[in-house]
């Protein structure tokens, strides 16, 4: 048996949604850099999933650029047709035109690119029928059961007709059929058959296309129930078209639970069948099976040789870590247990935009191998794992050593810790929270337990905790007193960070440390970014602009991060909270009006901090909530989005201060704007006060 083989793919989604269409490629810019493909050849990929879609035919210069770059790269594409559309504007899922026009498309493809030898010509047809035809979040919004069969029907017929258009001129053509497929659990008896079945539809397109699929099992008895001809059932027995690969694309989103217990959701999450009221959630660690049953299930069912077409996790970079190699080590599982398991593909590329609706309007982006946020490709840990798997090499991070959410297992994590400093602070504390959170190993030290302007204390918590990265959310945080305490300012926050660096370079160990938005002056009039010189105008500033000079020239692996206006849910004393608690005790509250900032979400500056650590990121990077407001402006906003009364907000000129402040010292990036708009953050600021 060949070696289990890495492959990847851009996600390619081009749906349409009413008369727009959410392109993932001109959202991700992929469709104006070839050069994106020469990323395949440097991790040491082989195999893309590629698309040439119907819905932009014809485009054959653009198409033509990027196959012919492929095959000169080495990398064997492929070629999809269609990725969760419907195909062009004339024409939908339950157009009579839908199969016989795709199939038209196809030897088009097949005619102009007779080399290529594997083909998707409809991505997931189960669950682009369910979106589009059984929900309505996708064109043509249907909401029936007799027109998602349509639109299921149409999408495997269509991939019967086109592959043998394509064989008519490429007779060794491989059919890599795939479809999202996971598990449904349920909690009590009357949701059990509901579970079956849709448990049994699950495979309608591989039992379709393979001519296996049982007119008398729950899902063949269901669609003659809608009216679906045994006869139409029976075509797909006389055409059978059996993959030459069964792609599973299998996400943490694929294992469902049916609860009976409505009371512990949110209303968006209830549904029903008709006869019983659930809720559809995310299965939790306790009911879940994992990848490698699911690999174990679909050998035995079709005994066909099944690759993991899709491996992609939506949240924080060390799950995306965990959740691949787990996909990587379950396929490594089933073959050494007999089943012919060809590969496990990287998903995505350059990362998803709007999946978080379901690509039905918004456009809020999950990084892949790389994050193309700021116009950049910037590696994340995932591509070092890729390039290592790809060659054939065992991933190693520190953050694999403990399990991911979905796992069930709750012995205490085994990994090294994470030693983060300034425990009485509401940084630390937020990092201990979110370390917690994502299941990352770590130690929260106050300044008892270690004073980082003391050698001695450094050395000796570094070599007792024995960290695999260091957070230093310590330092010395009273603006105004600063100005007459500059020898304890400085001791904090610059002679502190600076003997981090020293000992975590001695022993190799990433830094993170903070800065501030006051190492600026105010003069430059618009968003400072990472280039801009310091010049600070009070005590504080210096101390930071100090700290920066003395980590980033100290040869440490250390990344800074440039910040500004802490607000959060779990901190009473931060700005926006005592706005809120003002106006909620029904009392006036004043606020500057003529100094605008960039106020920064704890939360969001904490996991994009920890994401950025997982990808050994170093150097200066300035991490602020998107969006430029004045203090008054800053207070209004929280008032309004905890649902307090904000016109008890009032201006006022700015104050005449002990420290001096830069009247602008909004924090921009050259680097990538990688926080959430603060119109975001202030929402879910506020959902949180109000709970």
Known sequence: MQPLELWAGFECTLNRVGDRYHDQFGLSGHRDRLGDLDLLADLGIRTVRYPVLWERAPDWEWTDARLTRLRELGIRPIVGLVHHGSGPPATSLLCDRFAPGLAEHAAAVAERYDWVEDWTPVNEPLTTARFSALYGHWYPHARDGRLFARALLNQCRATVLSMAAIRARIPAARLVQTEDVGYVHATAAPLADQAAFENDRRWATFDLLTGRLDRNGRFGRWLRAIGVPDDELGWFREHACPPDVVGLNHYLSSERLLDHRLERYDTCWHGGNGRERYADVHAPASFRRGPESLLQEAWRRYQLPLAITEAHNAIHREEQLRWLIELWRAARA??????????????????????????????????????????????????????????????????????????????????????????????????????????????????????????????????????????????????????????????????????????????????????????????????????????????????????????????????????????????????????????????????????????????????????????????????????????????????????????????????????????????????????????????????????
């Open 334 to 691: 089933v073959r050494a247990n007999g089943g012919d398991v060809r590969a496990v593909t990287v998903w995505s590329l350059l990362g998803t935009f709007g999946w978080d609706t379901l690509c039905t309007g918004g456009s809020q982006y999950e990084a892949g191998v790389y994050d193309v946020r700021g116009g950049t490709r910037r590696p994340t840990a995932l591509a070092r794992a890729a390039r290592d798997l790809a060659a054939g090499r065992v991933p190693s991070h520190p953050v694999l050593a403990d399990r991911g959410w979905w796992r069930a297992d709750r012995r205490p994590l085994r990994g090294r810790p994470l030693l983060v400093t300034g425990g009485t602070g509401t940084l630390g504390r937020a990092f201990a929270a979110a370390a917690a959170q994502r299941n990352l190993a770590h130690r929260l030290l106050t300044r008892a337990e270690l004073d980082i302007a003391d050698r001695d204390s450094v050395a000796a918590a570094l070599d007792e905790i024995r960290p695999w990265a260091v957070v230093n959310a310590a330092g010395y945080v009273r603006v105004d007193d600063a100005e007459r305490e500059l020898v304890r300012c400085l001791r904090e926050n610059a002679d502190g960070p600076a003997r981090l660096a020293a000992a975590c370079t001695t022993r190799g160990l990433p830094l993170v440390t903070f800065s501030s938005d006051l190492v600026f002056d105010g003069r430059a009039g618009r968003p400072y970014v990472e280039s801009d010189p310091p010049s600070p105008l009070n005590a504080y500033g210096y101390s930071k602009a100090r700290a920066e000079e003395r980590v980033l020239s100290s040869g440490a692996r250390a990344l800074v991060v440039r910040t500004s206006a802490f607000f959060g849910p779990s901190d009473p004393y931060n700005f926006a909270a005592a706005a809120v608690h003002a106006v909620r005790t029904e009392r006036r509250f004043v606020a500057d009006a003529e100094t605008t900032v960039s106020p920064t979400y704890v939360p969001d500056l904490v996991h994009a901090t920890l994401d950025l650590l997982v990808d050994g990121e170093i150097g200066l990077w300035h991490l602020a909530n998107r969006g430029a407001v004045t203090w008054f402006e800053f207070a209004r906003h929280a008032a309004a989005a905890a649902g307090a009364d904000e016109r008890l907000v009032e201006p006022a000129p700015a104050l005449t201060l002990p420290a001096p402040r830069p009247r602008y010292s909004v924090l921009g990036s050259e680097r990538a704007l990688l926080l959430p708009p603060l119109d975001e953050a202030l929402e879910r600021f506020g959902a949180a006060v109000a709970a």
